[in-house]
């Protein structure tokens, strides 16, 4: 006996459930692939990162950063890890001798973190901006200082002459 297929009975197996179990399979895959790449700059880039320290002209002054984040120390030249936010940091240098250097380190916004639209654009630009990984600071800044006034009295009895 020939069968023909076009009459064929299936009744254990559908096209159209092995159709549906392929698309649902391909949409678990995307999300967890999104669920993966969310928060890339979190990921690749991390929540931290190395500020170098100047003072110039001088070295060896002691600088503190500070910001919402925390505070950190650093003696110049040197390097500081801090943590990433949209806050400035705050920069203040002193040595002996020297007027204290104040400065404010810039947060500027990690353009290449707009790749997130492409995932799950909700979640990996929520997870980068709450990790402050969406955020970079210089990798290297300077805090000029200045010598302090060495302005000595005259001394009055010269002037008498």
Known sequence: MIVNPDEASYDSFSFDSLGAIMKSSAFAAIAALGVVVSGCATIIKGTSQSIAITTPPTSGAACTL??????????????????????????????????????????????????????FPIIGLGVDAATGAINEYPHAFQIPMAPASTDVPANPASKAN
């Open 66 to 119: 500070s910001s919402r984040e925390g505070n950190w120390t650093v003696v110049s030249p040197g390097v500081v890890t801090v943590e990433k936010s949209k806050e400035d940091i705050v920069a203040r240098c002193i040595k002996p001798g020297w007027q204290d250097g104040v400065a404010t380190i810039p947060s500027d916004f990690e353009g290449w973190t707009i790749a997130n639209v492409i995932g």
